[in-house]
């Protein structure tokens, strides 16, 4: 059975780091580019970085340059989102999605599994 099971939202102050987990199960993540998408109340959901399967580069939105950071670690089957300097804006649901493709962040038809999404709030 493949599944995705991602952890590490939770609420954080402004200017706060957190590391958001997508760990999958039934399916090697290694072979499949890895993307992360959120999507906050009332908006569609949003790229925000992958990472691709044959060279390992990764693409950011613009909004996170420099603040997120994309990572695999293929021994544990899992991706990384490490998210430092939070903003209130980046409050949404997080999806984690796999893709047998090179990675994008401007469309999530590429994705073939996703994450059920973990939630980050930032706020004071």
């Known amino acids: 059975q493949l599944q995705f099971v991602e952890s590490g939202g939770g609420l954080v102050q402004p200017g706060g780091s957190l590391r958001l987990s997508c760990a999958a199960s039934?399916?090697?993540?290694?072979?499949?580019?890895i993307g992360w998408f959120r999507q906050a109340p009332g908006k569609e959901k949003e790229g925000v970085s992958c990472i691709n399967d044959s060279d390992g580069r990764t693409y950011q939105t613009d909004s996170v340059k420099g603040r997120f950071t994309i990572s695999r670690d293929n021994a544990k089957n899992t991706v990384y989102l490490q998210m430092n300097n939070l903003k209130p804006e980046d409050t949404a649901v997080y999806y984690c999605?796999?893709?047998?493709?090179?990675?994008?962040?401007?469309?999530?038809?590429?994705?073939?599994?996703w994450g059920q999404g973990t939630q980050v709030t930032v706020s004071s």
């Open positions: 999605a796999a893709a047998i493709a090179l990675c994008t962040i401007a469309t999530t038809r590429a994705y073939d599994y």
């Open positions: 039934g399916f090697t993540l290694e072979s499949h580019s």
